[in-house]
């Protein structure tokens, strides 16, 4: 096997474990305590994921096995440094970030979500993002209020 094949074969094999960066989004990097706590947990996860792969002998095995969480420790790392912890809302007369919003769509069962940052959102556990189109809608109102989301009406039953 000649050196040159064997230089090129690394060249494609380091450029197969460039990932390109997560994207960031344009919205400020608003989170919770909670969320906060994720973020820096998941930055640990990743740094700890790269310094396992770096026990690997095979440097072409290595790098694959790196990229993944080098990427992922980039992401975190800006968005831990950009988060802006907001407190809990005093207040449960309005709706803002943090609170918990309990409302009812066109006659179906009432649904009932925490207002959160967009890396700790997930509506199967109970969070949407404040920049979801729901989030916003809601933002401000109070119980009573009736709020137009895609040509569906929500009426807010409760704010904690």
């Not at 969480?69 to 912890?85: G, N, Q």
């Not at 609170?99 to 940052?117: K, N």
């Not at 969070?127 to 989030?135: G, H, K, N, R």
């Amino acid at each position: 096997m000649s050196v040159a094949f064997t230089k090129e074969e690394s060249s494609e094999t380091a450029a197969e474990t460039l990932l390109p960066d997560r994207p960031v989004s344009a919205h400020p990097n608003l989170v919770t305590l909670t969320g906060l706590k994720q973020l820096q947990a998941q930055l640990e996860e990743a740094r700890a994921a790269y310094e396992a792969a770096n026990c690997i002998e095979d440097v072409n095995e290595r790098r694959r096995q790196q990229a993944g969480p080098l990427r992922d420790a980039r992401y975190f790392a800006e968005r831990v440094r950009t988060a802006e912890l907001l407190p809990d809302p005093v207040s449960h007369e309005v709706i803002a970030f943090g609170s918990t919003v309990s409302y009812c769509r066109d006659g179906h069962p009432a649904q009932t979500y925490r207002i959160v940052g967009e890396d700790e959102a997930d509506p199967k556990t109970g969070s949407i993002s404040f920049a979801s189109p729901v989030a916003r809608a809601l933002m401000g109102k109070a119980v009573g209020d009736v709020v137009e989301v895609n040509e569906q009406e929500l009426d807010i039953i409760s704010i904690a």
